[in-house]
């Protein structure tokens, strides 16, 4: 499975972006989530948000309120729209896709390219 993220880009802080992430081949969900991680510099890559092929959604506590992740089935397609963005949320951002298991662990199996966002005035 390949995937494909986009959408990153220079905003301003409180703007807003809206991430996409496409799988080239077969379900985007491999094989019952999909998620989105960041990276910033100096820092280890964390779960920003997931979304299962049920209606599970999860979200870091940095991120809550102001992401929302959601799918669009018939694009094979996991966005990730992104609003009041702060210079903190300056990374690299990746899609994955894996297994959510039922004790609410994530278990990534591929892996998209990053995009970058960066949140500066």
């Known amino acids: 499975v390949q995937l494909q993220a986009s959408g990153g880009g220079l905003v301003q802080p409180g703007g807003s972006l809206r991430l996409s992430c496409v799988a080239s081949s077969g379900s985007i969900f491999n094989p019952n989530a999909v998620a989105w991680h960041r990276q910033a510099p100096g820092l280890q890559r964390e779960l920003v948000a997931r979304i299962t092929t049920g209606t599970s959604l999860a979200y870091a506590d940095s991120v809550k309120g102001r992401f929302t992740i959601s799918r669009d089935n018939a694009k094979n397609t996991v966005f990730l729209q992104m609003n009041n963005l702060k210079h903190e949320d300056t990374a690299v951002y990746y899609c994955?896709?894996?297994?959510?298991?039922?004790?609410?662990?994530?278990?990534?199996?591929?892996w998209g390219q990053g995009t970058l966002v960066t949140v500066s005035s």
């Open positions: 994955s896709s894996g297994l959510a298991a039922p004790n609410g662990n994530y278990y990534p199996r591929y």
